[in-house]
């Protein structure tokens, strides 16, 4: 069945430096990839996405790499801040399906 | 924060009992899907609701089962409840009725199954 695969489970990172999440997806149909942030006791929120047709997108001090052809895909957080502590998911959607494959989250810590 | 709103926040249920987790979507998101958040998991897919029509379904048992209503509402009834399905029950709501859409997630429902 489908899958996402996360990777680191734990990251701890100084502040200011930068922060690398990967996922692997096996369903090669999937075509939507997005990155949610949790806080401790908070609901999953979008940080940013990416489709299939893209291969990189960046917001700020985030940014969202895409290789379609490893079904690879990795979240990228540079000068990192202590705010940025909480645990993010990635997830892969499949092209016409309904269904939203979520990984096991990664907790970042960034240490002041 | 989102306009989702879920009810009750937390709950207490024993073993074989039912529950009913409710859901406001945020006005004129037409689709809702229910995630089982396990402690130290990510969201696990339950179903999909598009215009009060389950449209997808995760690896769930059918006595997990929902109901969307006209009014942008929702819910997830679970039976006969075991100790496993203790979780933070998180609903989200998107406009259309196509997956790749963002989707806003309420502050979830958790539930304690003893």
């Known amino acids: 069945g489908e899958n996402v695969e996360q990777h680191p489970s734990t990251l701890s990172v100084q502040e200011g430096d930068s922060a690398v999440i990967k996922c692997t997806y096996s369903d090669s149909a999937s075509n939507y990839f997005p990155w949610y942030k949790q806080e401790l006791g908070k609901r999953p929120q979008l940080i940013i996405d990416i489709r299939s047709n893209v291969g990189e997108k960046k917001d700020q001090r985030i940014a969202v790499t895409l290789n379609k052809t490893a079904k690879h895909f990795s979240l990228h957080i540079t000068e990192t801040q202590p705010e940025d502590s909480a645990v993010y998911f990635c997830a892969a959607i499949h092209t016409g399906g309904f269904k939203t494959i979520f990984g096991a989250g990664t907790r970042l810590f960034v240490k002041a | 924060e989102t306009g989702v709103t879920q009810s009750p926040t937390h709950l207490i249920k024993t073993r074989g009992q039912q529950v009913t987790l409710r859901c406001s979507s945020q006005?004129?998101?037409?689709?809702v899907s229910w995630y089982q958040q396990a402690l130290g998991q990510g969201p696990q897919f339950i179903f999909q609701y598009y215009r009060e029509e389950e449209n997808g379904r995760g690896n769930f048992p059918p006595r997990f089962s929902g109901l969307q209503f006209p009014n942008y509402s929702s819910e997830l009834n679970v039976n006969a409840l075991e100790l496993d399905d203790s979780a933070l029950y998180l609903c989200a709501s998107s406009p259309g009725g196509t997956p790749q859409e963002t989707q806003y997630f309420g502050p979830g429902t958790r539930l304690l199954v003893l």
């Open positions: 006005s004129g998101h037409n689709t």
